[in-house]
T-cell receptor, first 115, second 119 residues
Framework: DADVTQTPRNRITKTGKRIMLECSQTKGHDRMYWYRQDPGLGLRLIYY???????NKGEISDGYSVSRQAQAKFSLSLESAIPNQTALYFC??????????????FGEGSRLTVL | AQKITQTQPGMFVQEKEAVTLDCTYD???????LFWYKQPSSGEMIFLIYQGSYDQQNATEGRYSLNFQKARKSANLVISASQLGDSAMYFC????????????????FGTGTRLTIIP
């Protein structure tokens, strides 16, 4: 089983619908992140969390919200999805206390299509 | 301002040849880290190699090496003896600042280079 698990892996929805992407990890890492990937734009940071009590906006947080329900769970919500939120979404973790690099460990990605 | 620049949207390379993927970065912090990730067509992100700004030697991991030129602010990935399985998207990324400093715990990614290995 993957150390960082994202659900759903694929989702097609309609404009205006509420969507939640979930991420859970078994790595015991305290830092968790949500990125989105668009062709030609690379990966851009949406939100990140250092621990359960800490949530921070990334460069493209508008239209998104997050919840850190536990150390192992970090969910991303689109309250009212719009077509330009069609993208591949990645959850990632890192362990800054024990890592000497800050490497990110990624989930397998969630492909979201908003019609 | 773009922090990480990958100027090659796509590259085609003959199998068994070496390939260099370009990456330049911009930071005013003397302490930073540079990463390369591989994304095959299946979509997952695979960590390849890391270079710290204070590392004296260029990083190497098997067939991967990082050509780190600090004065030029470049961190090119070199893949030796390319294989068909190297066909993928490659991303360069940077962490600003000293690791474990509160607030530095995120990576900024470039736009990627799609590498295609020709048999």
């Amino acid at each position: 089983d993957a150390d960082v698990t994202q659900t759903p892996r694929n989702r097609i929805t309609k404009t205006g619908k509420r969507i939640m992407l979930e991420c859970s990890q078994t790595k015991g890492h305290d830092r968790m992140y949500w990125y989105r990937q668009d062709p030609g734009l690379g990966l851009r940071l949406i939100y990140y969390s250092f621990d359960v009590k800490d949530i921070n906006k990334g460069e493209i947080s508008d239209g998104y919200s997050v919840s850190r329900q536990a150390q192992a769970k970090f969910s991303l919500s689109l309250e009212s999805a719009i077509p330009n939120q069609t993208a591949l979404y990645f959850c990632a973790t890192s362990d800054w206390d024990r890592s000497n690099t800050g490497e990110l460990f990624f989930g397998e990605g969630s492909r979201l299509t908003v019609l | 301002a773009q922090k990480i620049t990958q100027t090659q949207p796509g590259m085609f390379v003959q199998e068994k040849e070496a390939v260099t993927l370009d990456c330049t970065y911009d930071t005013s912090d003397p302490s930073y880290g540079l990463f390369w990730y591989k994304q095959p067509s299946s979509g997952e992100m695979i960590f390849l190699i890391y270079q710290g700004s204070y590392d004296q030697q260029n990083a190497t991991e098997g067939r991967y090496s990082l050509n780190f030129q600090k004065a030029r602010k470049s961190a090119n990935l070199v893949i030796s003896a390319s294989q068909l399985g190297d066909s993928a998207m490659y991303f360069c990324a940077m962490r600003d600042g000293i690791i474990s400093n509160f607030g530095n715990e995120k990576l900024t990614f470039g736009t990627g280079t799609r590498l295609t290995i020709i048999p």
